[in-house]
């Protein structure tokens, strides 16, 4: 079981329109520079990611460098399930932690994954128990949303793996930065799109990502 202790030390333990149905996405992947014209449409002019907070959450979920726990590997993610957050773990003994939301109700799976795919600007689909779970919010995507700024993916998207089968959960920006620090998703990770255009060059393909329980999570108690 995944412990209280092997998680973060901090110092600070707080707390658009419906598109229409797509066919099939034979148009392939967005050109680099589609892709950079779209991260400057989602990363607020004069961007500090210590400081700016246009979306109107609670600074907390600002990106911070804070101290992690001795014997956490670098590379891996670790989320805090009651504080909503996500740490990266650095090397020197440090962490990046972000803001997230995580998955409403029961959707919420806990559990140690591998990262084995991440994508800029990713296509994405609806799982058939999602559809069949909310079919007016889902079937008319059921052939698949092409990337963009409202894409329900976002800008980046990490992809979480039980060995070599895929979850289908995600570590993703999100086109509703309102959701952060609350429970908003149907099973996935949620970051503001400018915070994963941060954190998504630093994750290796392999690391692993660790979601923990509201029971484990640094915050429990």
């Not at 140690?112 to 889902?138: F, G, H």
Request: aromatic share 10%; glycine share 8%.
């Amino acid at each position: 079981m995944l412990t209280r202790r092997h998680f973060i030390a901090t110092s600070t333990a707080l707390f658009s329109a419906p598109l229409t149905a797509y066919p099939a996405l034979a148009a392939g992947r967005p050109s680099a520079a589609q892709m950079n014209a779209w991260d400057k449409r989602v990363t607020p002019a004069g961007y500090d990611a210590a400081t700016t907070n246009p979306w109107g959450f609670h600074p907390r979920f600002l990106p911070q460098r804070v101290k992690a726990n001795d014997g956490l590997v670098p590379g891996d993610i670790h989320v805090d399930a009651v504080a909503r957050y996500l740490y990266h773990i650095e090397e020197g003994g440090t962490a990046m932690r972000y803001g997230v939301a995580i998955a409403r109700g029961n959707l919420y799976e806990p559990g140690v994954y591998a990262i084995r795919r991440k994508v800029k600007w990713p296509n994405w689909t609806p799982t058939p128990a999602m559809i069949k779970r909310d079919p007016a919010a889902y079937q008319q995507y059921a052939n698949g949303m092409p990337p963009g700024p409202k894409n329900a993916l976002g800008s980046r998207a990490l992809y979480l793996f039980e060995g070599n089968r895929d979850t289908y959960l995600r570590i993703h920006g999100t086109p509703y930065p309102n959701s952060i620090g609350g429970r908003a998703s149907s099973g996935c990770v949620r970051m503001v799109m400018a915070h994963i255009i941060d954190l998504y060059p630093n994750v290796t393909i392999g690391s692993t990502a660790h979601l923990y329980s509201a029971e484990d999570s640094v915050t429990s108690a």
